[in-house]
């Protein structure tokens, strides 16, 4: 089952771009890579979800190298509304199924 | 569609009682996932369902919990007796991605949890 670190905390101004990098160096041929928010008092929400190299959509985006050992979130410009817990997701395949564990995540702190 | 529903949003009841929290996952979902929440162990996977049936329960902390699923578009979860170091954020979440898929390319959908607090 691949293991995820992410740095605990990050602080971040209006305006600048965020990096969030995620480390899972046991990652499975199989496994995507999925990021979710979560604010206070609501269910984590997905961002964004690659394999491999680049993926964009209009909230983030994800960079994944060729080893795929790292990913990381890329949020453009972030605003005050931005502020919450990131996870980083990789699915893990243990008998034959998929389960979903969600790392420590890493706390956004966006200020003014 | 209304994403994934459950109930109550807020529960308080005794040490000793028995809770049962709800979900109805997305329509046509496959798979269903329980989490619980807190400040000190994070987002724990419980148990999870494919088409209905659990596929595993290994992250159920102890006997005192169980769940089902006896149907696709309902699932309970149930603690008894609760305790008061139950008290936390549980979550349901559905994925339209069989959990026996052969990749994993599929997105969970989360409800907006249950708050529970056993006193």
């Known amino acids: 089952l691949a293991k995820t670190t992410q740095p605990i905390s990050m602080d971040s101004y209006e305006g600048q771009e965020v990096n969030i990098t995620c480390s899972h160096n046991?990652?499975?041929?199989?496994?995507?890579i999925t990021w979710y928010q979560q604010f206070p008092s609501q269910g984590p929400r997905f961002i964004i979800q690659g394999y491999k190299t680049k993926v964009t959509n209009e909230v983030a985006s994800l960079f994944i190298p060729a080893d795929r050992k790292s990913s990381t979130l890329s949020l453009p410009r972030v605003s005050l509304s931005d502020t919450a817990v990131y996870y980083c997701?990789?699915?893990?395949?243990?008998?034959?199924?998929?389960?979903?564990?969600f790392g420590t995540g890493t706390r956004l702190k966006v200020l003014a | 569609d209304a994403g994934v529903i459950q109930s109550p949003r807020h529960e308080v009841t005794e040490m000793g009682q028995e809770v049962t929290l709800r979900c109805k996952p997305i329509s046509g979902h496959n798979s269903l996932f329980w989490y619980r929440q807190t400040m000190m162990r994070g987002l724990e996977l419980l148990i999870y369902?494919?088409?209905?049936?659990?596929?595993?329960d290994s992250g159920m902390p102890e006997d005192r919990f169980s769940a089902k699923m006896p149907n696709a578009s309902f699932s309970t979860l149930k603690i008894q007796p609760s305790e008061p170091r139950d008290s936390a954020v549980y979550f349901c979440a559905s994925s339209p991605v069989p959990v026996l898929a052969t990749a994993n390319t599929g997105e969970l959908f989360f409800g907006e949890g249950s708050r529970l607090t056993v006193l």
């Open positions: 997701l990789v699915g893990g395949r243990t008998s034959g199924t998929y389960k979903y564990i």
């Open positions: 369902f494919n088409n209905n049936v659990p596929i595993d």
């Open positions: 046991n990652i499975a041929t199989n496994d995507y």
